[in-house]
């Protein structure tokens, strides 16, 4: 049986498990299928990097994503999550320009493990999840253009939220995206994040960069409340579910005492849930 673009991208979506579908589900049908589509390209784009053991295939591969972006923005799309998405793109106002950037950001991580600079890092989130982020809440429906902004400090409050959890993960895939001038501020040597065994890379230490990196995260997310207007708080509510499932997220890590070297500290899909309807709710 021959799947359609829309079940391909369908597919993507929920065996990401993510966060996000949870919040696209209260969506109605014309913008959760733009929204599916377009996290299915990010997932696509993003699995080409996991995925690649060799970099110059990886490459090779977003290089012909450029290519497939091109192509859709002219009328001819040609792999499935495009052309579930080419239909939804001149109803938001999707730019070709946008993908390209989510493509700029995913090709980083091929040409760069280290950040020297918050500036710097905050350079790759502006790409993989700020962009991201506004795409998001054109598709969901905005009237002001402060919704944009909101919506790209909450793409970087949410993605320095993903480092923190990810902190063991990255390392061990050779990837550190703790500022190193923040490693050098709390003492915390890079081998340390890199141990594969107990007692891990765990110090007052580590600790304390730790809480330094949430602090941060947590200022982001209430600058991006902040920045809401009243006037499109209605239709944002996926988003303000996913800044409470993520925020959650990273109080859970808190509590734990950013015991993220060695395991992946994550949220139950029934929790999800329960959070993106209690948002649903109160954002009414």
Same mark, same amino acid.
């Given at each position: 049986m021959t $799947?359609? =673009?829309?079940? %391909?991208?369908? !597919?993507? /979506? /929920? /065996?990401? *498990?993510?966060? @996000? %579908? %949870?919040? @696209? +589900? @209260?969506? =109605?049908?014309? +913008? +959760?299928? /733009? &929204?599916t589509a377009f996290y299915a390209f990010c997932r696509e784009v993003d699995d080409v990097? !996991?995925?690649?053991? !060799? =970099? *110059?295939?990886? #490459? $090779?591969?977003l290089a012909w994503w450029r290519q497939e972006v091109a192509s859709a923005f002219a009328g001819k799309p040609n792999h499935p999550v495009m052309r579930a998405l080419a239909p939804h793109v001149a109803d938001y106002g999707m730019e070709a320009r946008q993908l390209l950037a989510v493509i700029e950001g995913c090709e980083m991580d091929l040409q760069q493990t280290r950040y020297l600079d918050f500036p710097a890092l905050q350079r790759y989130c502006h790409l993989v999840a700020g962009i991201v982020g506004e795409v998001a809440a054109s598709i969901f429906g905005r009237t002001q253009d402060k919704t944009l902004q909101y919506a790209h400090t909450l *793409?970087? #409050?949410?993605?320095?939220?993903? &480092? &923190?959890? !990810?902190?063991g993960e990255d390392a061990r895939r050779g990837r550190i995206y703790l500022p190193v001038n923040e490693l050098q501020r709390f003492d915390v040597k890079a081998h340390e994040l890199l141990k594969r065994e107990a007692p891990w890379g765990y110090s007052d230490r580590f600790t304390a960069l730790m809480r330094f990196q949430a602090e941060r995260a947590h200022r982001l997310y209430d600058e991006a409340l902040a920045l809401l207007p009243d006037a499109d708080r209605r239709e944002q509510r996926p988003g303000l579910m996913m800044a409470? &499932? %993520?925020?959650?997220?990273? +109080?859970?890590?808190e509590a734990a005492d950013f015991q993220v070297l060695h395991q992946r500290i994550s949220l139950t899909p029934l929790r999800k849930v329960w959070i993106a309807m209690r948002t649903n709710w109160q954002a009414r």
């Open positions: $799947t359609t =673009p829309q079940q %391909y991208v369908q !597919d993507k /979506a /929920a /065996a990401s *498990g993510s966060s @996000f %579908y %949870y919040a @696209f +589900r @209260f969506l =109605p049908p014309p +913008r +959760r299928e /733009a &929204i990097v !996991d995925e690649a053991h !060799d =970099p *110059g295939v990886a #490459a $090779t591969k *793409g970087l #409050a949410m993605q320095l939220t993903n &480092i &923190i959890r !990810d902190v409470e &499932i %993520y925020r959650t997220l990273l +109080r859970e890590i």
